[in-house]
Nanobody, 126 residues
Framework: QVQLVESGGGLVQTGGSLRLSCATSGLTYSTRAMGWFRQAPGKEREFVAAISGSGVNTYYADSVKDRFTISRDNAKNTVFLQMNRLKPEDTAVYYC???????????????????WGQGTQVIVSS
């Protein structure tokens, strides 16, 4: 059974930092692309960042580029999202997702992801 479990969310002030983690089990994690998405109240889920199976290729939404960093530790079956210089508009539920079809690249489209975590709440106060 495939499981993705996010952690690390919380309440932080504008300009602060958080590090999200996504622990996976039940899939060939080390060779598959992973992504982070977020959904704010009343808005559609949007792409945040993605990383290829090896970690060589990374992708970011323009809104988070230069502030967020996606990484992975294949030995621990975990993917991370380091979020710096947080803004109130970053407030959302953050989800990690696994794309079992891609290994060397990663997709920005949520339609291409097969497994999802339950999400972790991030609130950035102004």
């Amino acid at each position: 059974q495939v499981q993705l479990v996010e952690s690390g969310g919380g309440l932080v002030q504008t300009g602060g930092s958080l590090r999200l983690s996504c622990a996976t089990s039940g899939l060939t994690y080390s060779t598959r692309a992973m992504g982070w998405f977020r959904q704010a109240p009343g808005k559609e889920r949007e792409f945040v960042a993605a990383i290829s199976g090896s970690g060589v290729n990374t992708y970011y939404a323009d809104s988070v580029k230069d502030r967020f960093t996606i990484s992975r530790d294949n030995a621990k079956n975990t993917v991370f999202l380091q979020m710096n210089r947080l803004k109130p508009e970053d407030t959302a539920v953050y989800y990690c997702a696994a794309d079992i079809s891609r290994r060397y690249l990663a997709s920005r489209s949520s339609d291409n992801y097969d497994y999802w975590g339950q999400g972790t709440q991030v609130i950035v106060s102004s």
